[in-house]
């Protein structure tokens, strides 16, 4: 059982380049999420979703797109990289209905990612 | 979701009682505690929740005041592997589940 799998584990860019962090989880959670944590901080919310084909926004939502068209899968997308996105980012799941609403988050090992 | 207080760090002997506090004066009956913590760069690691009653698993136990407006994390005998980020989070269960807000929580060092 793989949980909650984050790829890649390190990226660095370049000002203005885009990319795809991709988060997969095989526990057939509904809920996911993407935090961000900056050095020395706590998490904060940048995404989530209740289920395939609904997202919404968290804390600090600039700067990043979601979907979300599988239970499994829920990429975070970085239109535009820029220095202050420079973070350690977690994606995390955990289930929803069928008397499993109030179970915790499962939490990936996260992406460190450099913008230059 | 309701807005938690911690230290930001505390210390504790190896082989004593780690108490973690944690102020939640605006939560709501419908909301859980949630307790989690990250040693060094790892992704949170979930150890215990509750509501209203005090629970205990194989990691810690989990103390609630009657009002439930603050809540004690016990470590009942810390090592030197839970040195770590300790997170109190409050949230709605039934709705919301992904939409957890995390502080800065405490920093505990465990100290031989």
């Known amino acids: 059982n793989a949980g909650v799998t984050q790829t890649p584990k390190f990226q660095v860019l370049k000002t203005g380049q885009s990319m795809t962090l991709q988060c997969a989880q095989d526990m057939n959670h509904e809920y996911m999420s993407w935090y961000r944590q900056d050095p020395g901080m706590g998490l904060r919310l940048i995404h989530y979703s209740v289920g395939a084909g609904i997202t919404d926004q968290g804390e600090v939502p600039n700067g990043y797109n979601v979907s979300r068209s599988t239970t499994e899968d829920f990429p975070l997308r970085l239109l535009s990289a820029a220095p202050s996105q420079t973070s350690v980012y977690f994606c995390a799941s955990s289930p929803g209905t069928g008397g499993l609403f109030n179970q915790p988050q499962h939490f990936g090992d996260g992406t460190r990612l450099s913008i230059l | 979701d309701a807005k938690t207080t911690q230290p930001p760090s505390m210390d504790c002997a190896e082989g004593r009682a780690a108490n973690l506090p944690c102020n939640h004066s605006?939560?709501?009956?419908?909301?859980?505690v949630y307790w989690y913590r990250q040693i060094h760069s790892q992704g949170p690691q979930y150890i215990i929740h509750?509501?209203?009653n005090n629970e205990t698993n194989e990691m810690a136990s989990l103390i609630i005041t009657e009002d439930r407006k603050s809540s004690t994390l016990i470590l009942p005998h810390a090592t030197l592997r839970d040195t770590a980020v300790y997170y109190c989070i409050v949230r709605v269960a039934y709705t919301n589940a992904g939409k957890s807000t995390f502080g800065d929580g405490t920093t505990l060092t465990v100290k031989p």
């Open positions: 605006t939560i709501s009956g419908n909301e859980y």
């Open positions: 509750g509501l209203k």
